[in-house]
């Protein structure tokens, strides 16, 4: 595995927080850098009762590492409770905290714990985990549009404030509807090659821009009008996928600024759409909006904005690949 850029250093009581030892980085990490990845010996309910603190709960992933289903699995209620891991590395010796400065992650498929940065951290600072499990805070509600008093997350047609919040809060790949998998035929059919130009709207954390990179597609354009987004997947794909271009824009009145990007090519031979056009249906001056529905002026101008917005970007001949939870004729203005 990848050795660790961290270092052990003494307790120091002006460090708060509790378990384990003080960790701290030994250089710069960006958010979504990944600080630590080592093997973890999966544990029982028994063994993780014996270990105590040294067993740590993780959210799982997928076992193929790329998608995870909606509702989130790990909001899913689960008979065994948390998955709990022995990290073979310095995890054990994070210190807990409410306000921790990594993330950790179990792939199943792997075997291993992929410890990430919450936010930016400086050298010689601590790296924190939190003492639960991440998934395990709230009941998955905060997901739903009306949003979730126990957790305080905002609703879902709060509009850029509840997916900063909610992407600051999970600070994990998370992909819903249709795989790549289920979109492949139609993406190359769209485009006829792997040469033509994506413009994937509202990317969000979505790992299906990572699957078309590593199935051979390179002019790919990500926007989306959450700059915690944004920046999460920037850093996560710099190294791997350096080609990928991020732009923080609102994809209902900007999206016809990324044509300049194409070239020659005059637009997008492709746009991809994956509920984004159903987050605007959420989106309204009224406080008792309820999920999907394009029944008032604030809805109907947004979408009709977005739409006009697409055509403006896409090259002649070109195709929009809108993936909703929603019939046409309930949507569409």
Known sequence: GRPPDVLEAPSDEQFGGSHGRRVVADRAFGVGEVVE????????????????DLAMPVAAADEDDSVMTYPPKAAQPKEEGPTHVLPVGRGP?????????VERVYSAGSGRVTFTALRTVGPGEELLVSPSCPASQGDGESTDTGGDGETGMLGYGSGLAYWDQRYLAERLPYSWLMTHRELADDIYAALGSHDGWILNVGCGTC???????????RNIVNVDNSPVAVEFMKARNAASRPSLRWLVLDAATELSRCVSL??????????????????????????????YRFDDDDSRAKVTSYLREVA????SGGAFLCVSLNDPEATLP
């Open 37 to 52: 990845e080592c093997p973890a010996r999966l544990l029982d309910p028994l063994a993780a009762c014996v270990l105590g």
């Open 93 to 101: 010796l994070y210190r807990h905290s409410d306000a921790p400065t």
């Open 207 to 217: 790992t299906l821009v990572e699957d078309l990179f590593d199935q051979g597609y």
């Open 262 to 291: 194409t070239g020659s090519s005059g637009g997008f031979g492709l746009i991809i759409d994956k509920a984004t056009l159903d987050t605007f249906l959420c989106e309204s001056s009224s406080s008792e909006r309820s999920a």
């Open 312 to 315: 403006s970007s896409l090259a």
